[in-house]
C-alpha cells in the first residue's frame, strides 16, 4: 500500500527542512529583532497586535522571540508525535499511524496528480513539510493563551491586566518566519532546476529564443527573448517575496481581527471571537495549501520538460 510504504520511508525526513526553516528563521530574526526596539507599554496599548515579534530572551544581538518559541514548540511536536507512530509500523495501523499515513498518502496522490509522478517523487519530502508544518504553526496560533499570557501591567484607568510581551505568538505572525521558508524554497528551486536542465539549459530557458526563425527576424526574436529573460528573472527573484508576505498577511491579519474582537466588548470577549475562530481554522488550511501549491507549480514552471504532467 503507498500510504504504508510512502509513510514509512518519509519518518526519518519528512520533517527535516522544518527544522533547516526554523534555523534560518532563528538567524533572520535574531538580526531583525536587533534592529528594532520593542514597543514601550503606552504605545502597546494603542496596537491591536505588534507587527514583530516580543524577544523573550536577548544574547548580545541575537533574540530569541515568543513566534521561534512557537515554532520549535511545533516541530517538536510534530517530529515526536510522526516518530513515535511510525516507529513500528504495521499491516494493520492504529490510529495514529493511521493519522499519518492518510495525511502523506493524501498529499503525494494530490501532488501528482498536478506535478506529476517523476517529479513529485523527487520533491514531495520538501512538499509535504511545508505544507504540514505551516499547517499545523497557523493552528497552534489559535490555541487559546497563545498570545494572551506573558508579561503586561494593570491599567489603571480599567482595571483591567494589560499584556506587554506575550509569551507565545503564532509563528507564521512574523514576517522572518515566512521569509525564512521562502528563502530555503528558493534555493532548493536553483538546485532542482539547475539538475534538470544544466546551467547552460537553464539560462536558455530564461533568455533563449522560442520558436523556429530565420535571418533578420531571428536576431530580432534573440532580442526580445533575452528583454522577456530579464523581466523572468525578476518575477523569479520577486517569488520569495511574494510567497512570504502572502502567508505572513493573512495569518496576521486573522490574529488581528480576533485580538480585536476579543477587546471590543470586554464582558462578551469569550464569545464574539468564536465565529473567526473557525473563518482562521478554515484559512490555515487554505494559506498551507496555497504556499505548497506555489512551490510546487514554481517547481514545474522549470523543469516541466522532466516531468510527465507538461499538459499542466
Not at 511545508?130 to 499547517?135: A, D, G, H, K, T
Not at 507564521?172 to 546551467?199: H, K, R, S, Y
Not at 530557458?205 to 526580445?224: A, Q, S
Not at 485580538?259 to 470577549?269: G, H
Amino acid at each position: 500500500m503507498l500510504g504504508y510504504g510512502c509513510a514509512y520511508r518519509m519518518r526519518n525526513r519528512c520533517f527535516l527542512l522544518a527544522v533547516v526553516a526554523l534555523l534560518c528563521g532563528l538567524a533572520l530574526g535574531g538580526s531583525a529583532i536587533a534592529a528594532e526596539p520593542s514597543p514601550s507599554p503606552e504605545k502597546a496599548e494603542h496596537e491591536a497586535l505588534p507587527l514583530h515579534a516580543v524577544p523573550l530572551v536577548q544574547i548580545g544581538k541575537f533574540g530569541i522571540t515568543n513566534s521561534m518559541l512557537v515554532t520549535w514548540l511545533v516541530a517538536a511536536a510534530l517530529i515526536i508525535l510522526a516518530q513515535t507512530a511510525m516507529r513500528n509500523p504495521k499491516p494493520i495501523p492504529g490510529f495514529r499511524q493511521n493519522f499519518w499515513e492518510w495525511l502523506v498518502e493524501g498529499l503525494y496522490n494530490f501532488l501528482e496528480g498536478i506535478i506529476g509522478r517523476k517529479l513529485v517523487q523527487k520533491t514531495f519530502w520538501f512538499f509535504a513539510t511545508l505544507f504540514i508544518f505551516i499547517l499545523f504553526v497557523n493552528w497552534f496560533g489559535l490555541i487559546p493563551g497563545v498570545g494572551t499570557i506573558g508579561w503586561g501591567h494593570r491599567d489603571p484607568t480599567t482595571g483591567f491586566f494589560k499584556v506587554d510581551r506575550p509569551l507565545l505568538r503564532g509563528g507564521n505572525a512574523d514576517l522572518n518566519m515566512t521569509t525564512a521558508m521562502a528563502i530555503v524554497f528558493f534555493l532548493l528551486w536553483i538546485i532542482w532546476a539547475i539538475q534538470a536542465n544544466g546551467v547552460g539549459g537553464f539560462l536558455l530557458h530564461l533568455f533563449g529564443p522560442k520558436g523556429e526563425t530565420t535571418g533578420f527576424l531571428k536576431v530580432v526574436m534573440v532580442v526580445m527573448f533575452f528583454l522577456v529573460g530579464c523581466l523572468e528573472v525578476v518575477s523569479i527573484l520577486f517569488r520569495p517575496v511574494s510567497l512570504s508576505f502572502r502567508l505572513f498577511g493573512n495569518i496576521y491579519a486573522g490574529e488581528s481581527v480576533l485580538e480585536v474582537m476579543s477587546r471590543m466588548v470586554p464582558a462578551l470577549s469569550w464569545l464574539l471571537p468564536i465565529p473567526f475562530y473557525f473563518m482562521e481554522i478554515l484559512v490555515g488550511i487554505v494559506q498551507a495549501l496555497v504556499f505548497m501549491l506555489l512551490c510546487a507549480v514554481f517547481t514545474l514552471l522549470i523543469v516541466e520538460d522532466e516531468s510527465e504532467s507538461a499538459h499542466s
